[in-house]
């Protein structure tokens, strides 16, 4: 039975954040009260892969494939078909899976909460559909008529789409160098040539350890009878599980005692094969504190904010490199906070200079200070 433990009035936004906790499993509620006629729900999952495999985004797009209460072959487009939903969808993120959706209707509230609630803790995880939504071998024709067999899936051929671009193929490196044995070092999406490591029963394996009511959180925003829908959260699946003792949690990743130094090959454009993406990152604490979150953005301000600030102009007017690397800045969204700087075009065995140049800058402000204007600005 859920329980109500905290509530509070955020005026800006004009809600009433509502906690709940179910005393089983301590599966938790948060409920935005408010006057809007949007209905929201997500559930979501701690999802913590151990390879790149793709196993929780393989997971997402498996469990929409039919389910205990509809066996059908894919409800998830069947309701998109005729639901009166304003949103519906499903992502992988690098730590968790969401199933959120939307909808004007109480009705359709009512249908889509069953069919996702029913699909995420209960889905026919057939073999065939792992092979259609993972990875499968195929034969494919030529035009000549001969046939060779092929690697397909859908999730496959979507990675391999994904992993194509020079940003995702470093940001992935980045990742791997700075929370090395750790699940963030891991794809979470999948790695096109460790997807077809992934077996059928580690599929099923995962989605038993993961997609646990101890390890799910309900979300929900607008005026919904809060009663009546866990009542039903309770009869559709809290009631049809065991206490787990298993806690699965993000475990905080070891800070360096030196600077670590780190090299992986993309696939450069033809003629671009000089064009060398450097990268200098610092990992951080916790960003589950919020102050601590806005301290981070409001240096990224002070530092990034336009082509004045002192870290942007540094990187656009030197001549080590091209452009300032897209993924200059605070990444906010793991458990831990890193930021990262750097540039695109640099010449082989320049990788030095790039980091003299970025520590030059936090030199300059750790001696002069920061300009009060800019902190102000910001």
């Known amino acids: 039975m859920f329980k109500l433990i905290d509530k509070k009035y955020i005026p800006l936004s004009n809600v009433e954040v509502q906690t709940f906790v179910d005393d089983k499993f301590s599966t938790k509620h948060i409920h935005l009260d408010c006057d809007s006629n949007e209905k929201c729900f997500v559930v979501a999952f701690k999802t913590l892969p151990v390879d790149s495999t793709g196993v929780a985004h393989i997971l997402e797009h498996t469990v929409l494939c039919g389910s205990k209460k509809y066996p059908v072959r894919d409800p998830f487009f069947m309701m ?51 092979m259609q939504e993972g990875h499968r071998f195929d034969f494919e024709k030529s035009d000549t008529g001969s ?27 980045l990742s791997e160098n700075l929370f090395p044995d750790h699940t963030y070092g891991y794809n979470s999406g999948g790695e096109p040539r460790v997807i077809p490591h992934l077996t059928y029963e580690g599929l099923v394996d995962f989605h ?101 600030s002192p870290l942007s102009k540094a990187l656009e007017v030197t001549k080590i490199g091209n452009v300032p690397s897209d993924m200059t800045g605070f990444d906010t969204y793991k458990k831990q906070m890193y930021f990262t700087a750097g540039l695109e075009g640099v010449a082989k065995n320049k990788e030095k200079n790039v980091e003299q140049l970025i520590i030059d800058v936090f030199n300059d402000l750790y001696e002069n200070g920061i300009p009060q204007d800019l902190i102000q600005t910001s």
């Open 147 to 173: 046939e060779k067999l092929i690697l397909k899936g859908i999730v496959y051929n979507e990675m391999k789409g994904a992993m194509s671009s020079i940003s995702s193929q470093v940001d992935q490196g």
């Open 80 to 130: 998109t078909r005729r639901s009166l939903s304003t949103f519906m969808n499903a992502f992988t993120a690098s730590d968790f899976t969401a199933y959120p959706f939307s909808t004007l209707n109480d009705k359709d509230f009512s249908n889509l909460l069953s069919v996702y609630l029913d699909a995420t803790f209960f889905p026919n995880l057939n073999e065939l559909d792992f």
């Open 208 to 308: 038993k350890k993961h997609y646990h009511p101890s390890n799910a959180v309900f979300f929900t925003y607008g005026k919904i009878d809060i009663t009546s829908l866990q009542d039903q959260i309770q009869k559709s699946v809290l009631h049809h599980f065991s206490h787990n003792p298993e806690k699965i949690e993000v475990e905080k990743c070891s800070f360096f005692s030196e600077p670590r130094y780190a090299s992986k090959n993309y696939k450069p454009l033809s003629g671009d094969e000089n064009n060398h993406h450097v990268l200098v990152s610092w990992l951080l604490d916790s960003s589950l504190n919020p102050v601590d979150k806005m301290e981070a953005k409001l240096i990224e301000s002070i530092l990034l904010e336009n082509s004045a």
